[in-house]
């Protein structure tokens, strides 16, 4: 029941700027932890940058001083906000979160991920 909606990729020229934004919805007792994450064509998926509930953040060293990741807990949203934009940026990117679900079970920490959304960066 749970769902990851991303939005804010597209097409944009080096050193431009991209805003992405990351929807959780549906039955969630707590998000621990949310992030992103970035694939391109033949390159493993790798960590862009994490948020934990604490507010502890993870940059890849690829983006630091670039990228900022930032939380909406009112609205369970993350963002990122992508400054300086390089052609090697250019991938697609994905949401991602620990989310602690209440069932009739109990609590349970499952993670799940966006269905990516495409940033592309031109020359």
């Known amino acids: 029941q749970v769902q990851l909606v991303e939005s804010g990729g597209g097409l944009v020229q080096a050193g431009g700027s991209l805003r992405l934004s990351c929807v959780a919805s549906?039955?969630?007792?707590?998000?621990?932890?949310m992030g992103w994450y970035r694939q391109a064509p033949g390159n493993q998926r790798e960590l862009v940058a994490a948020?934990?509930?604490?507010?502890?953040?993870n940059y890849a060293d690829s983006v630091k001083g670039r990228f900022t990741i930032s939380r909406d807990n009112a609205k369970n949203t993350v963002y990122l906000q992508m400054n300086s934009l390089k052609p090697e940026d250019t991938a697609a990117y994905y949401c991602?979160?620990?989310?602690?679900?209440?069932?009739?079970?109990?609590?349970?920490?499952?993670?799940?991920w966006g269905q990516g959304t495409q940033v592309t960066v031109s020359s």
């Open positions: 991602n979160a620990d989310i602690t679900r209440a069932t009739d079970m109990g609590l349970y920490e499952l993670n799940y």
């Open positions: 549906g039955s969630i007792f707590s998000i621990n932890a």
């Open positions: 948020l934990t509930s604490g507010g502890k953040t």
